[in-house]
């Protein structure tokens, strides 16, 4: 029988997703700076490679460590050493990088024996790129900067879906301040970039936050889980959860 998960690398978060990431989908996590993304990316990224399975990172934020990676990986030298043969990393700096990105993944996917695909993050080049196209008011440069970017989410959805590989995700957040119609104050929110663009491809939708040091995951969309939390902290080993679930 075929596996329908992947281990997240994490036994608490194993057990809080009920056996780990959704093969055939998007997930993604979602957060401020410091709040843990790309640890969560790296973490499973060792799970993977540690079996001998390869692994696609597509870095635009600089966020792969590779003492963070020894870290959690804890193997000899030899060990990691082959472990990180079984990553390609890539590290666009443009959005325009970014394309050319996916037409290198495309490339490996279609060779075969591609177990996981990692994008942290998907909107920062992309942010920059629409931020320029705002700049310049051109209504038909903000249209493509937005089509480029739902076709990059459309490869990753198809990929998951007819190669059964598991895409993470990470996205940044904005904080906005809307009227509350109830006690007549503003209220603060905070939205991801990207909007409904991401939360359309993505099935799996997972906030991160970091308030004084207190750190929160909170499965904010999912196919067969309610919506839920769990408090964790982040460790040498990888996290772990603070207190129950």
Same mark, same amino acid.
């Given at each position: ?36 993304? /790309?640890?969560?990316? *790296? ?7 540690? $079996? ?21 990986? /804890? ?18 700096? /443009?959005?325009?990088?970014?394309? $050319? ?15 996981? +695909?990692?994008?942290?993050? *998907?909107?920062?080049?992309?942010? &920059? ?6 700049? /310049? ?13 739902? @076709? !990059? ?9 007819? !190669? ?7 996205? !940044? ?10 006690? $007549? ?13 991401? $939360? ?8 991160? !936050?970091?308030?004084?040091?207190? @750190? ?8 067969? &889980? ?12 990888? +996290? ?6």
């Amino acid at each position: 029988m075929t596996e329908l998960k992947i281990s997240s690398g994490s036994y608490d978060l194993n057990k809080f997703l009920y056996g780990g990431f959704e093969k055939d989908i998007i997930t993604t996590f979602y957060g401020p700076g410091g709040s843990g993304k /790309s640890n969560f990316c *790296i973490i499973v990224a060792v799970s993977q490679v540690k $079996k001998g399975n390869k692994v696609i990172i597509i870095d635009s934020e600089g966020g792969f460590s590779i003492e963070r990676f020894k870290q959690i990986h /804890s193997g000899t030298k030899e060990e990691i050493e082959s472990s990180l043969g079984n990553i390609l990393l890539l590290k666009p700096n /443009s959005f325009a990088e970014q394309e $050319k990105s996916f037409e290198t993944l495309l490339t490996h996917v279609k060779k075969g024996n591609i177990s996981l +695909i990692i994008v942290d993050s *998907i909107a920062m080049l992309y942010r &920059l790129e629409l931020g320029g196209a705002i700049s /310049s008011g051109e209504s038909e440069k903000i249209s493509e900067v937005n089509r480029k970017l739902a @076709r !990059q989410l459309r490869v990753l959805n198809e990929i998951a879906r007819k !190669q059964d590989i598991p895409i993470i995700v990470t996205n !940044q957040v904005y904080a906005s301040f809307v009227h509350n119609e109830e006690d $007549k104050n503003l209220e603060r929110r905070v939205s991801m970039v990207g909007g409904d663009l991401l $939360k359309y491809w993505s099935k799996c939708l997972i906030e991160l !936050q970091n308030y004084r040091g207190k @750190r929160k995951l909170i499965i904010r969309k999912h196919r067969s &889980l309610p919506e839920k939390e769990m408090s964790f902290e982040i460790i040498s080993s990888g +996290i772990r959860k603070k207190g129950l679930f």
